[in-house]
């Protein structure tokens, strides 16, 4: 791009990650679950229950509005966890499991930050950087004009908002936009290193690591061997923090989440059984209409995966896998269904950084397919180490 192309796309990612960050710090959503990530990184240096109960609902009272106080403590559930202290730490293992979210938070804590801001700021910083990361992207693979509607469609996909709440949604975009920028930038050695470390943030990130380095392990023979071992640290990570948190495991979070709502998980496990999945899995394919996001994103994996086959039928898949733009998409696109699969609902703060990636990989296509047709004249063909798809006429 040239420098003043540069500079204006420079500016609009710098409007959008100011807004997410003032956002964050003065026009927060005050979730619930912030109170069981306050608990959660408060428990770093507090074991005792009682302890830490009074101090998480006296920081909470402190921190809202009397308004958002009562409606966080109204309620039979809400009521409950205020109320009953077995109850709040049966539901800390759901929260335990995001250590690294939860380790900015007691961090910023220990540095004297108020532990209720940190939850939504630390969300707010991470939105910011990970925008930063997609404007580095965006200026040195997309060409003008289509990387200008990168910005547009952070707004689109809910960048800004992941960064005003209290969840570990906007540090996983930003885990998913700097895994990206490894990738495109050819740092493997960095990314092999990085990706296990995704899974302290949100643990079904899992089904996006995975993936990611089986791709590094195909595309790029001589990191074979590190992608493998790579591989089993996740897994192993993945697991380890389950047990060390005491997570009562998928079913019952599946079954807490989409069923009925427990306040003693652990002491009176549910028992999930095949109907309750099938009736989640139709709620869940019965929302997909309402939820923009997710249809935009499904429409553009369609053209995508379409433009996809047609290069396939040329090429070989090893060498379509090649290309950093493609490979991520697919990944992407992997994480997102498996997700579904997994956890039927359509919530976009669990996939802004996978539908950027796709909307990106399009723009890297049509900005391709715009070279070729610019170059048609001289007989020129375009990098082969970029993510050019069979542009259709």
Not at 11 to 35: C, E, Q, R
Not at 83 to 90: C, G, M, P, V
Not at 244 to 267: A, D, E, M, R
């Amino acid at each position: 791009m040239k420098p003043i192309s540069r500079l204006i796309l420079l500016t609009l990612f710098l409007i959008v990650g100011i807004y997410a960050l003032a956002a964050s710090a003065w026009k927060p959503h005050h979730n619930w679950d912030m109170i069981m990530y306050i608990a959660a990184a408060k428990s770093y240096e507090e074991s005792d229950v009682a302890s830490l109960h009074t101090f998480t609902y006296s920081t909470l009272q402190h921190s809202v509005s009397d308004e958002e106080y009562k409606s966080m403590v109204q309620g039979e559930y809400r009521q409950a966890i205020h109320l009953d202290q077995s109850a709040f730490k049966e539901q800390l293992p759901f929260y335990q499991i995001r250590p690294l979210y939860t380790g900015l938070i007691y961090l910023l804590y220990k540095a004297g930050i108020d532990i209720a801001f940190a939850t939504h700021i630390v969300s707010g910083f991470a939105v910011f950087a990970g925008l930063i990361l997609l404007y580095l992207m965006s200026a040195s693979i997309l060409g003008h004009p289509f990387a200008y509607a990168v910005p547009f469609f952070t707004l689109i996909f809910g960048a800004v908002d992941i960064g005003r709440y209290s969840t570990p949604d906007g540090v996983a975009f930003l885990a998913v936009m700097l895994s990206a920028y490894l990738f495109v930038k050819d740092r493997i050695v960095l990314l092999i290193v990085f990706l296990p470390i995704m899974v302290g943030i949100r643990t079904d990130l899992i089904f996006y690591v995975i993936p990611l380095l089986l791709v590094v392990a195909l595309s790029k023979s001589e990191y074979r061997k590190l992608a493998t071992i790579s591989v089993f640290v996740s897994v192993l990570f993945y697991f380890a923090i389950g047990v060390l948190s005491n997570n009562p495991g998928w079913s019952t979070i599946f079954y807490f989440t989409l069923v009925q709502i427990l306040t003693h998980p652990l002491s009176e496990p549910p028992v999930l059984v095949v109907n309750h999945y099938l009736n989640a899995v139709f709620r869940g394919l019965k929302s997909i209409p309402g939820d923009s996001s997710f249809v935009l994103y499904c429409l553009i994996s369609l053209y995508y995966l379409g433009a996809l086959g047609s290069r396939v039928k040329t090429t070989s898949l090893i060498h379509t896998l090649r290309s950093p733009a493609t490979s991520l998409s697919i990944v992407s696109l992997f994480f997102v269904l498996s997700h579904f699969v997994l956890f039927p609902v359509t919530w976009s703060r669990f996939f802004v950084g996978p539908y950027l990636i796709g909307a990106f990989s399009l723009l890297v296509v049509m900005t391709d397919c715009l070279k070729m047709k610019t170059t048609a004249q001289q007989g020129a063909a375009p990098d082969g180490n970029s993510a050019a798809l069979h542009c259709r006429r």
